[in-house]
């Protein structure tokens, strides 16, 4: 999986509360993106990162916050969970914009 | 926004039979690229096809694309039980920041 790590891989959680999912990866990347994945709609951009504290909206970043501290990791942060947030998120990296993208093995989140 | 819709959304063959998915996409792009995903698992990356490129092979994957008609093709040959995924097409948006524009995938099912 080039070197890149999601935790936690499962959760459940409760509506209105904070979730922090963490993207880790030990390539020395310097772009990183957070996507969602729902049934009907594919992979979606949340956010993604073109630098250490470089961060940009994506397509669906309502309710998503994210930061970025170190190259190496790339925090995705749901401040008030909504069950409309339930999803798999994949984390996914690139050297370079214009090349290929290498993906985590995803989160599983689950808002009750 | 979708940007690549694949066609047909589900295909069931046999085993040793040729697979050919369809993705079509609405706007000017940089590249292309083709995605596997098994259940429950992340995305693998298959093939990138550059805008001034027509045709691509890997192994037993053949990616052409087509910029006048926003169209491309994956097509899997001989193919085998262990082809059984889901396909994605992505397209980088064309601010080229690096974002990619997933469509809603094609499900493949090989049977033995």
């Known amino acids: 999986d080039a070197g890149i790590t999601q935790s936690p891989r499962h959760k459940v959680t409760e509506t209105g509360t904070p979730v922090t999912l963490r993207c880790h990866q030990t390539e020395n990347h310097r772009y990183m993106y957070w996507y969602r994945q729902d049934p009907g709609h594919g992979l979606r951009l949340i956010h993604y990162?073109?630098?250490?504290?470089?961060?940009d909206k994506g397509e669906v970043s309502d309710g998503y916050s994210v930061s970025r501290s170190k190259t190496e990791d790339f925090l995705l942060t749901l401040e008030s969970a909504t069950s409309s947030q339930t999803s798999v998120y994949f984390c996914?990296?690139?050297?370079?914009?214009?090349?290929?993208?290498?993906f985590g093995p995803g989160t599983r989140l689950l808002v009750l | 926004s979708q940007q690549g819709e694949e066609d047909p959304q589900a295909l069931s063959i046999q085993e040793g039979e040729n697979a050919t998915m369809n993705c079509s996409y609405k706007?000017?792009?940089?590249?292309l690229q083709w995605y596997r995903q098994n259940s429950g698992r992340g995305l693998v990356h298959l093939i990138l096809?550059?805008?001034?490129?027509r045709e691509k092979h890997s192994g037993r994957l053949r990616v052409t694309l087509d910029t006048s008609k926003k169209s491309s093709s994956l097509l899997i040959t001989a193919s085998r039980a262990a082809d059984t995924a889901s396909y994605f097409c992505?397209?980088?948006?064309?601010?080229?920041?690096?974002?990619?524009?997933f469509g809603q995938g094609t499900t493949l099912q090989v049977k033995p």
């Open positions: 990162s073109y630098g250490v504290k470089d961060t």
């Open positions: 992505a397209t980088d948006a064309p601010s080229n920041t690096g974002k990619l524009i």
């Open positions: 706007t000017s792009i940089n590249n």
């Open positions: 996914a990296i690139t050297w370079d914009r214009e090349e290929t993208q290498y």
């Open positions: 096809i550059r805008s001034n490129e």
